[in-house]
């Protein structure tokens, strides 16, 4: 055979082609038998090799979360330290950036935060902290690395401020909650919900300096035969989110006056529809009787 | 001693976990306050003499506390009075001093109690402080209520670990 072969004499693909044809459903029929068993068997040989994988993936899983979150966290510290920026360069402010390190207990009735930077950069008693939006805090007390700050929305915190463009003044305290307000000292001056205001400034910008974003009115508060008018402020900054602020070292030259102020939200267009009517001509009673 | 040594640490400790970590977290009405829960329910598991010396021991580290503004003093006078208060009541209830729905109730009203004489004794002295006391009292209080019979166990652990160390030195 071997012979006829290699001369070619025997038709070896026709053979082979039939025992294919022959075999194949058998070898179909084992094949699907086989398969769950050689996977079963393979998953055994296998099973501490997929464990580690898992386990492996699990932890590459968690640390790229991790490191998700902490870019997250430091795109929101650039934000937060970009607008600072921003509102200090408007102003042409010196600032020292800082970061909340601790927040005073609710518990002792008062609003102090603990910033990273003290006496060694430069920060001194009295000065003022902004965030991008505007005023947060004042120093209170200045130790040698870090730095007490009494936030806005403490009952104790007073700063006299003015109304955006109209230039009435006003003193604004800090009531224990979100909001903060406001008593304006002439009584027959107007008072509008929308109305924003800045710091008047201190005797010799201790410890606030003019032209800083304090807050927008949101509530006016109507007293009769009150001698002073006062209204309900929202300060431009969220005081429970913020993480990085800047003390202000140096002030500009000139006041910016209304200039720190953000852009105020635009009006949103009330979409009109106009609607065309053509007047249809009016049956003239002898058509209607014509139709009739 | 080396028991009261043991509670100054720890509520050393647990100050600073309130003022890095708690306090930064914005919790609606007001933030709850880690470390009055752990002195109030330390003082109900002690004895009224060193429940007072460990109460006043509490609040001058809270008085001497970077963040506090108020005079030093005014928290260890008022963490004092009200430690020993609490104590004579947890001596009263001995029976069920450990059971945690009865320290969950009573360091609430403990907290509340601690609030209402720091702002009247704060008043008294003339400090401007507690003007925003309708706000932060429930808020306080509720959070409180939450807290308590969540991390109650450990201060119980923490508390029976000191009366080991104490036997075991004195």
Same mark, same amino acid.
């Given at each position: 055979?071997?012979?006829?072969?290699?001369?070619?004499?025997?038709?070896?693909?026709?053979?082979?082609?039939?025992?294919?044809?022959?075999?194949?459903?058998?070898?179909?029929?084992?094949?699907?038998?086989?398969?769950?068993?050689?996977?079963?068997?393979?998953?055994?040989?296998?099973?501490?090799?997929?464990?580690?994988?898992?386990?492996?993936?699990?932890?590459?899983?968690?640390?790229?979360?991790?490191?998700?979150?902490?870019?997250?966290?430091?795109?929101?510290?650039?934000?937060?330290?970009?607008?600072?920026?921003?509102?200090?360069?408007?102003?042409?402010?010196?600032?020292?950036?800082?970061?909340?390190?601790?927040?005073?207990?609710?518990?002792?009735?008062?609003?102090?935060?603990?910033?990273?930077?003290?006496?060694?950069?430069?920060?001194?008693?009295?000065?003022?902290?902004?965030?991008?939006?505007?005023?947060?805090?004042?120093?209170?007390?200045?130790?040698?690395?870090?730095?007490?700050?009494?936030?806005?929305?403490?009952?104790?915190?007073?700063?006299?401020?003015?109304?955006?463009?109209?230039?009435?003044?006003?003193?604004?305290?800090?009531?224990?909650?979100?909001?903060?307000?406001?008593?304006?000292?002439?009584?027959?001056?107007?008072?509008?919900?929308?109305?924003?205001?800045?710091?008047?400034?201190?005797?010799?910008?201790?410890?606030?300096?003019?032209?800083?974003?304090?807050?927008?009115?949101?509530?006016?508060?109507?007293?009769?035969?009150?001698?002073?008018?006062?209204?309900?402020?929202?300060?431009?900054?969220?005081?429970?989110?913020?993480?990085?602020?800047?003390?202000?070292?140096?002030?500009?030259?000139?006041?910016?006056?209304?200039?720190?102020?953000?852009?105020?939200?635009?009006?949103?267009?009330?979409?009109?529809?106009?609607?065309?009517?053509?007047?249809?001509?009016?049956?003239?009673?002898?058509?209607?009787?014509?139709?009739? | 001693?080396?028991?009261?040594?043991?509670?100054?640490?720890?509520?050393?400790? %647990?100050?600073?976990?309130?003022?890095? @970590? *708690?306090?930064?977290? !914005? #919790?609606?009405? /007001?933030?709850? &306050?880690?470390?009055?829960?752990?002195?109030?329910?330390?003082?109900?598991?002690?004895?009224?003499?060193?429940?007072?010396?460990?109460?006043?021991?509490?609040?001058?580290?809270?008085? %001497?506390?970077?963040?506090?503004?108020? @005079? *030093?003093?005014?928290? !260890? #006078?008022?963490? /004092?009075?009200? &430690?020993?208060?609490?104590?004579?009541?947890?001596?009263?209830?001995?029976?069920?001093?450990?059971?945690?729905?009865?320290?969950?109730?009573?360091?609430?009203?403990?907290?509340?109690?601690?609030?209402?004489?720091?702002?009247?004794?704060?008043?008294?002295?003339?400090?401007?402080?507690?003007?925003?006391?309708?706000?932060?009292?429930?808020?306080?209080?509720?959070?409180?209520?939450?807290?308590?019979?969540?991390?109650?166990?450990?201060?119980?652990?923490?508390?029976?670990?000191?009366?080991?160390?104490?036997?075991?030195?004195?």
């Amino acid at each position: 055979m071997i012979t006829l072969d290699l001369r070619g004499n025997l038709p070896s693909e026709g053979l082979r082609k039939v025992s294919a044809t022959v075999s194949s459903p058998f070898q179909s029929v084992f094949n699907s038998i086989y398969r769950p068993i050689s996977t079963f068997t393979g998953d055994i040989f296998s099973l501490g090799r997929t464990r580690n994988k898992i386990s492996n993936l699990q932890k590459d899983n968690a640390a790229l979360k991790e490191e998700l979150s902490r870019k997250n966290a430091i795109t929101n510290e650039v934000k937060d330290l970009k607008s600072v920026l921003d509102l200090a360069g408007a102003g042409r402010y010196k600032i020292v950036p800082a970061r909340i390190i601790a927040v005073g207990s609710a518990a002792s009735f008062s609003r102090t935060i603990q910033l990273d930077v003290g006496s060694a950069d430069g920060i001194k008693k009295d000065m003022s902290i902004i965030a991008g939006g505007g005023l947060v805090a004042r120093i209170l007390s200045v130790a040698q690395s870090t730095s007490i700050a009494l936030l806005m929305d403490d009952e104790t915190f007073k700063v006299g401020v003015r109304l955006e463009s109209s230039g009435t003044s006003g003193v604004v305290s800090g009531t224990g909650g979100s909001d903060l307000e406001l008593i304006l000292l002439d009584s027959t001056s107007d008072l509008r919900v929308g109305q924003r205001v800045v710091a008047r400034g201190s005797v010799n910008s201790q410890p606030f300096l003019p032209g800083v974003p304090v807050g927008v009115i949101t509530q006016v508060n109507q007293i009769a035969g009150a001698l002073t008018k006062s209204a309900v402020v929202k300060p431009f900054v969220d005081l429970n989110r913020i993480s990085v602020v800047a003390v202000i070292v140096s002030k500009g030259k000139t006041d910016p006056r209304d200039a720190l102020l953000p852009a105020p939200p635009k009006p949103i267009p009330t979409p009109t529809v106009t609607v065309f009517v053509t007047p249809t001509p009016a049956p003239t009673p002898s058509s209607s009787d014509a139709t009739q | 001693m080396t028991k009261s040594l043991f509670f100054v640490i720890s509520a050393s400790v %647990i100050l600073t976990f309130q003022e890095v @970590v *708690i306090s930064r977290i !914005a #919790f609606p009405f /007001a933030n709850p &306050s880690i470390f009055l829960i752990f002195v109030i329910s330390w003082a109900f598991l002690e004895d009224q003499w060193l429940a007072a010396l460990q109460g006043f021991l509490a609040g001058f580290i809270l008085d %001497i506390s970077p963040l506090s503004v108020g @005079v *030093i003093g005014h928290w !260890a #006078f008022v963490l /004092a009075a009200v &430690s020993y208060g609490v104590s004579e009541l947890g001596v009263q209830l001995r029976g069920s001093r450990r059971s945690p729905l009865t320290l969950t109730v009573v360091v609430t009203a403990g907290i509340f109690f601690t609030l209402v004489f720091f702002v009247i004794s704060g008043a008294l002295i003339s400090l401007n402080q507690g003007y925003g006391f309708t706000q932060t009292v429930p808020g306080v209080v509720f959070w409180s209520l939450v807290f308590t019979p969540l991390i109650s166990p450990l201060i119980i652990k923490l508390k029976r670990v000191a009366d080991g160390v104490g036997t075991s030195v004195e």
